[in-house]
């Protein structure tokens, strides 16, 4: 679900609130990049954690991150794990993601819908319907939300929770 900008301009109000990242991660180089955009320390651990962050799209709790990179990078800790995440998350380029079970995280920064499970799975919502749900949020009910608490928006998530009985397998089709 990575773009490069607004896909769909009902969201483009979305895009306005947010500092908006939306450069794909693939290469050492551009997590690199990416990090010093952000004023982001670069350490060789903090790359790893990232890539594996970026390549899964299971939306990873820190023990599965450490379970992907710990193969590859010696001396690495579930708390290196930990700091790293919140440092992703502190520089904007992470999100954790609220789920029934542990803390799961996403390095996808556009704006999608998600979807979790009582079993503690969180999926992302398809698409042409994540487009739908966000563009049905009314950017004046927003602006007035900033106006009558007197603060400033950065974000509008939304998340669907289904209930126990729908807690088997969730198609993804997206
Ligand atoms: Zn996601």
Redesign the pocket.
Known sequence: ?RRTGPAFPALQYLYEFDLFEGASVHTPEDIRSLFQRNGLRCTRQREQVYAALDAA?T?PTAEELFQAVQGGEEGLSLATVYNALEAFIEAGIA?Q?PSHGPARY?A?MTP?V?LSTPAGD???VPEDLSERLLGAIPPDAVRELEARLGVKVSRVMLQVVTQAQDSGRVHRDS
């Open positions: 679900m799209h939306h999100r993601v996403d996808d999608h998600h969180v999926v992302d």
